[in-house]
Nanobody, 127 residues
């Protein structure tokens, strides 16, 4: 079982930056691939970024490529999402999620492949 707690959300101006963190419980953090998803008001939850258990592979949604960076610190059992050049359309609740790398070894963009989810953190970008 993995518990995930996001933090770092808040209000930012367009063009600004924010860093989200997701702290995980459990001793086997490195065996989980991690992902960030987001859900804007009135819309479905969508993929943002994902990272392998070792941290050496990443994948991004086209909408955030070049602006967002996902990383992880396995010693701290934490995954990060650095967001820069923020746009109003980045406004959403951001969710951290974990997938079992033994079952889903690829950099999945499908939320159905993620077993554990955090409660979400709200990011609001003003124009």
């Amino acid at each position: 079982q993995v518990q995930l707690v996001e933090s770092g959300g808040g209000l930012a101006q367009a063009g600004g930056s924010l860093r989200l963190s997701c702290a995980a419980s459990g001793r086997t953090f490195s065996t989980y691939g991690m992902g960030w998803f987001r859900q804007a008001p009135g819309k479905e939850r969508v993929f943002v970024a994902t990272i392998s258990g070792s941290g050496d592979s990443t994948r991004y949604a086209d909408s955030v490529k070049g602006r967002f960076t996902i990383s992880r610190d396995n010693a701290k059992r934490t995954v990060y999402l650095e967001m820069s050049s923020l746009k109003p359309e980045d406004t959403a609740v951001y969710y951290c999620a974990a997938r079992d790398s033994a079952l889903v070894p690829w950099l999945s963009v499908s939320d159905g492949n993620y077993k554990f989810w955090g409660q979400g953190t709200l990011v609001t970008v003003s124009s």
